[in-house]
C-alpha cells in the first residue's frame, strides 16, 4: 500500500501563495500519476490537479485553478508539490494528496489519499 503525508497548509491572506507537498513511501512502485484534490465545508471533493509520475511531465487542471496553481513533481524525493498563488477564499479547503494508475484514472479513481492538509484563504 502506498503512503502519502501532506504538508504544507496554512493561513494565508488573500493573493498570498502557498507550496503544498505531498510525499509518498511504501510501495512506490505502483505509482502512475498522482493529483491534488480539495474538499470544502459542506461541499464534494473537487480534483485540482495531477501529474504524470514518469518521463515528461504531463499535467492536468481544473479550469478554476488554472494560471494560479503549477503541480510539479521531484521523483529522487518521491514528492508532488502544488504551488498555488494567487489565493482567493473560495480556494480555502482540506487539500488531499492522491495516487493512481495513470493520469487520467488519477483524476476520477484514485487509487491511494493522503489525510489532508487544511488551507485557509481570508478576506
Known amino acids: 500500500q502506498v503512503m502519502l503525508v501532506e504538508s504544507g497548509g496554512g493561513l494565508v491572506q488573500a493573493g498570498g501563495s502557498l507550496r503544498l507537498s505531498c510525499s509518498a513511501s511504501r510501495r512506490t512502485f505502483n505509482i502512475y500519476a498522482m493529483g491534488w484534490f480539495r474538499q470544502a465545508p459542506g461541499k464534494e471533493r473537487e480534483f485540482v490537479a495531477a501529474?504524470?509520475?514518469?518521463?515528461?511531465?504531463?499535467?492536468s487542471y481544473a479550469d478554476s485553478v488554472k494560471g494560479r496553481f503549477t503541480i510539479s513533481r521531484d521523483n529522487a524525493k518521491n514528492t508532488v508539490y502544488l504551488q498555488m498563488n494567487s489565493l482567493k477564499p473560495e480556494d480555502t479547503a482540506v487539500y488531499y494528496c492522491a495516487s493512481g494508475s495513470s493520469i487520467v484514472a488519477v483524476t476520477t479513481t484514485p487509487n491511494y489519499w493522503g489525510q489532508g492538509t487544511q488551507v485557509t484563504v481570508s478576506s
Open positions: 501529474i504524470n509520475w514518469s518521463g515528461p511531465a504531463l499535467t
